[in-house]
């Protein structure tokens, strides 16, 4: 065997580990569903998309001689991703097990059927086979590769990586590695250029995450601020919003207002006959008491 083979081999052994447990790290989670019996709202695309990955990847080694690494993998691939579907078309609610399981036909069946029968109908010989069936590959495993460009949207924005566990990141970023290897050793594109993809958005992960591990999330700065805000306009607190010097002025403005009004009414009163000026200085008393007590609430 040759230096070129064995370092090959060594590659794909290594790539086969590093998926391996990338395969299974969304066992806690089904292991969650299972104890709950719900799916708890998360979505079934990216197992979908996983599966009709692995497929077209055990397709393209079958068709392509000596890539018993790619089968081996690629075999486990469909296993327990369709063992990850099962159970989640068993606890999921009826309307999105439908939507699903239509998904699983079309993509998984039609789609895949389709592929497989234009591999050799369109290429009659072998070479040609490999280079349809390749390229079909690089794209859509770069469309996979990309998936965590939402992930990256939102650490960004919210500087937080609450959703981008460092192992599996890492671990992703291995996997990208070794296969990169691999398909450079072997001079295959079509196994080197999607694992180039997924060799940059992995170190661009690994890089996000170095930089915001210890920042504190934006919406934890925010939110009190804003939420302040509406607070004090929903229940009229004025005062943390007008400022002091024009708070002040309403307060003059309106004790002039209603000192006047009293004033205007005592003379009309003072008119009146001397035995209602017992009566009228009463209601003076209580006026101004009024006033005061007015000017202290506004």
Aim: with cysteine; glycine share 4%; charged share 20%.
């Amino acid at each position: 065997m040759s230096q070129h083979s064995h370092l090959s081999f060594a590659f794909g052994v290594l790539g086969n580990i590093s998926s391996f447990v990338c395969f299974l790290a969304p066992l806690p989670t089904f292991y969650r569903v299972c104890k709950k019996k719900s799916t708890e709202g998360f979505q079934s695309i990216p197992y979908v998309a996983a599966l009709f990955s692995a497929m077209l990847w055990l397709f393209y080694a079958y068709i392509k001689t000596g890539e018993t690494l790619l089968i081996t993998i690629n075999a486990f691939g469909c296993v327990i991703e369709t063992i990850y579907l099962a159970i989640y078309v068993t606890y999921c609610p009826k309307k999105i097990r439908m939507s699903t399981l239509r998904m699983i036909v079309l993509m998984n069946f039609v789609g895949f059927g389709t592929i497989v029968v234009l591999t050799y109908v369109l290429a009659k010989e072998e070479e040609g086979r490999i280079k349809l069936l390749g390229w079909i590959c690089v794209v859509f495993a770069t469309s996979v590769f990309a998936a965590p460009l939402s992930i990256i949207r939102v650490v960004i924005r919210t500087k937080s990586v609450e959703f981008l566990p460092f192992p599996l990141s890492l671990l992703l970023l291995i996997s990208a590695v070794m296969w990169l290897l691999y398909g450079l050793s072997l001079r295959d594109i079509y196994v080197t250029l999607p694992n180039v993809v997924g060799l940059t958005f992995g170190i661009v992960q690994i890089t996000l995450y170095a930089i915001y591990r210890n920042s504190k999330p934006v919406n934890d700065e925010k939110l009190p601020e804003h939420k302040g805000d509406v607070t004090n306009i929903t229940n009229n607190e004025i005062e943390t919003v007008v400022p002091a010097s024009d708070e002040k002025k309403i307060e003059v403005s309106v004790d002039i207002e209603i000192v006047d009004k009293k004033e205007e009414q005592k003379d009309e009163q003072d008119e009146e006959k001397k035995p209602k000026e017992q009566v009228t200085e009463v209601k003076n008393e209580k006026d101004n008491i009024d006033v005061n007590k007015s000017g202290c609430e506004v």
